[in-house]
């Protein structure tokens, strides 16, 4: 990298060598499929963070063709200030290149590219209810159907607790790493559920004429195609915080094509003043 062009670029600000090194790791845009470049910064406030993230991006644009990058940052006055200052001085050689917003406006804005309309959901548990009772009536039936009773009483019990272990199973998937090929290759129970199966067929109390493994591969269809009527066009954006946050989480999302007009390929994130069970949250770099 060269000193001199950025001590020029930021109006004769001396970096530390700690802050060169950051503004240094700025490389060229990775190829779709290869993993992209990720570094973090922890440092107090005042301490030139966001001076040298400032440079970093510019550096990604000026000297490493970077197309596009995303700048988000904690609330919308930062944006505003960051839009405005690029339009003057040597930040007018890549001021279409470089675009400012909140961390909840960059979420905002993913989440739209499939929805026009997005509604997180206030009370998880009755509107994924809803779903079971809408969507799944056949993998509902086919749980009742294994159960070793023929009391009505009984029956509507059993029912409302698959209901209730249906959605449970789901919140625990979006809460995990796992993927769905790995759901579907090693489908497990959550805990409260496989108590729950376990409980019954020990008490002989309308318990299942099913093997623990048949039960926990229904349960992985039950999660299945909960994920694909929420993230299907019947749904209208109805969503809920644990399914946006799981589909971030593998990767469904494209930052690369957020704006129809260019092509964005690194995201630097300005969150270092928010604070979290006394943790400072770092500043990032990331090639995407």
Not at 160 to 171: H, N
Not at 247 to 258: D, E, S, V
Not at 276 to 285: A, L
Request: charged fraction near 25%.
């Amino acid at each position: 990298m060269n000193k001199d062009k950025e001590i020029m670029f930021f109006n004769n600000t001396h970096f530390s060598d700690q802050q060169y090194a950051i503004i240094g790791e700025a490389c060229q845009p990775v190829q779709n499929g290869k993993e992209g470049k990720v570094v973090r910064v922890n440092a107090a406030a005042g301490s030139g963070k966001t001076t040298t993230l400032e440079a970093l991006a510019w550096n990604l644009i000026h000297n490493h063709e970077h197309p596009g990058v995303i700048y988000a940052v904690f609330n919308k006055s930062s944006a505003d200030s960051f839009n405005a200052k690029k339009k003057f001085g040597p930040w007018q050689q890549v001021n279409s290149c470089i675009e400012a917003k909140t961390v909840h406006s960059l979420a905002l804005t993913a989440l739209k590219k499939d929805f026009q309309t997005i509604v997180i959901q206030p009370d998880d548990y009755q509107f994924l209810r809803n779903i079971i009772l809408d969507e799944l009536r056949d993998e509902l039936d086919k749980l009742l159907a294994l159960a070793n009773t023929t009391n009505k009483t009984y029956l509507e019990i059993l029912k409302q607790k698959i209901i209730y272990l249906m959605i449970q199973q789901f919140t625990k998937f979006c809460q995990s790493r796992q993927t769905f090929t790995e759901l579907k290759q090693a489908p497990v129970l959550c805990e409260e559920a496989k108590r729950f199966y376990n409980d019954t067929k020990s008490k002989n109390r309308y318990c299942f004429r099913a093997s623990l493994e048949e039960i926990e591969s229904i349960y992985a269809d039950v999660t299945q195609i909960m994920w694909n009527y929420l993230f299907s066009s019947k749904n209208g954006g109805r969503l809920t915080f644990h399914a946006v946050s799981k589909r971030a989480q593998l990767g469904q999302y494209n930052l690369r094509k957020l704006n129809k007009n260019r092509n964005f390929t690194a995201l630097v994130v300005d969150e270092s003043q928010v604070r979290h069970k006394k943790r400072v949250h770092p500043c990032i770099f990331h090639t995407i």
